[in-house]
Every structure is written in structure tokens, then in C-alpha cells.
């Protein structure tokens, strides 16, 4: 299957920076995802993205996230103003009717 | 409400003996079940999917899965566990393979020889 590419695979960053992570679909594809895991914990949807619209979000996706696909290839993860709590792998996934993931973006917030 | 149940936090398996990892779900709709596994800091792999049919689904690594409406399970088996398959192993539903999916906790698998 084709893959999903994701950068960077370690992010560390301050609390209170914005941080961007990428998804890089190798096909074409219309639907995206973000899903997070928290260490230990399971993994959580936190958005969805069809045709260059979010389609669906979790109570999770508040304004400090956001998504966006800008150059119609890499799809963006924003998270603003990053918090201690928003330490956890980031996965990115792409849906034919079956969700691919990525190998993950792990965001470490000190 | 949707849900997922893996009741094993951890389960502990000699190499060559069989393997069972429970999943049990809450789910409004006609459920879409996955199995995943995860290996040490890598992704979520596909070992299967049922979306409709036969109740008894194969996967990848020789993994099969059954679907039980009844009892709202969907129990991942192998026949003869590999020390390769040691692993974290998370079950999910979705509405559909396009639609969000809700995981479970996981079940994390030691393989000893």
C-alpha cells in the first residue's frame, strides 16, 4: 500500500510555541486524518479532513489546533501556543475505505 | 455512546502457543472493526478489517479475527504466536473505513521463548 510520510519523527519544543507537523500522502488522496496517543493511553481522533474541508472534529480539536492542506500535497497539523498536555505521538492517517497510518510524529512540550 | 474494551492491559505468551486478545465494543450503528498492531515506536499497522459477510475474517501475519454481533466482540486469534508478533495490538470501530474510528485501550503482548 502506498504509505504516508510524516515530519518531523521527534518534535521538542517550549511550552507556549506553535509547532507544525506534516503528513505527506504519496497518492492522491481526498480523506485525512489526525489521531493522537498520549503515552499509555489510546489512540484519539482529533480531526478529519475531505476535499480541503474538515469534515469532522473531536471535542479534543479546540482553537488551539487547526488544519490545513496549503499546497494540495502536504497536510498540516498547526497547534498553538502548545501546552504540557499536548506531549504525545501524532499520527497522520489517509482513507481509501480502509485508514492507512503514518510511522507518527512524536511532540515532546517542555 | 462509542466504545471500545480490550480487558487485557497486557497478556504474557509462550512462542508457538496460541493467542486470543480480546476486543469488545459499544457502537450505535452497523460497526466497521479493525485490528491494529503497533510495533516499539512505529506506526498503526492494518492486520484486518470486517466491514460485512463472513464473521470470520483473515489478516496479515496469519492473524484471524471473528465477528460476534451478539456479544458485540471481535477477538483477534493466532494459532501459533511468533516472537515477531510481540507487539501492542489495539482494536477500533468506525461507521465506516472512511468515518473516525474510536480505539481501544490496547492490549500489549510479550513473547517469551
Known amino acids: 500500500e502506498p504509505e504516508v510520510t510524516q515530519t518531523p519523527s521527534h518534535q521538542v519544543t517550549q511550552m507556549g510555541q506553535e509547532v507544525i507537523l506534516r503528513c505527506v500522502p504519496i497518492?492522491?488522496?481526498?480523506?485525512f486524518y489526525w489521531y493522537r496517543q498520549i503515552l499509555g493511553q489510546k489512540v484519539e481522533f482529533l480531526v478529519s479532513?475531505?476535499?480541503?474541508?474538515?469534515?469532522?472534529k473531536s471535542e479534543i480539536f479546540d482553537d488551539q489546533f487547526s488544519v490545513e492542506r496549503p499546497d494540495g500535497s502536504n497536510f498540516t497539523l498547526k497547534i498553538r501556543s502548545t501546552k504540557l498536555e499536548d506531549s504525545a505521538m501524532y499520527f497522520c492517517?489517509?482513507?481509501?475505505?480502509?485508514?492507512?497510518f503514518g510511522p507518527g510524529t512524536r511532540l515532546t512540550v517542555l | 455512546a462509542q466504545s471500545v474494551t480490550q480487558p487485557d492491559i497486557h497478556i504474557t505468551v509462550s512462542e508457538g502457543a496460541s493467542l486470543e486478545l480480546r476486543c469488545n465494543y459499544s457502537y450505535g450503528a452497523t460497526p466497521y472493526l479493525f485490528w491494529y498492531v503497533q510495533s516499539p515506536g512505529q506506526g498503526l499497522q492494518l492486520l484486518l478489517k470486517?466491514?460485512?459477510?463472513?464473521?470470520l475474517v483473515q489478516g496479515i501475519k496469519g492473524f484471524e479475527a471473528e465477528f460476534k454481533r451478539s456479544q458485540s466482540s471481535f477477538n483477534l486469534r493466532k494459532p501459533s504466536v511468533h516472537w515477531s508478533d510481540a507487539a501492542e495490538y489495539f482494536c477500533a470501530v468506525g461507521a465506516s473505513g472512511a468515518n473516525n474510528l474510536f480505539f481501544g485501550t490496547g492490549t500489549r503482548l510479550t513473547v517469551i521463548p
Open positions: 470486517y466491514f460485512s459477510g463472513d464473521t
Open positions: 492517517a489517509r482513507s481509501t475505505g480502509i485508514q492507512f
Open positions: 479532513f475531505y476535499n480541503n474541508e474538515i469534515s469532522e
Open positions: 497518492s492522491n488522496h481526498l480523506y
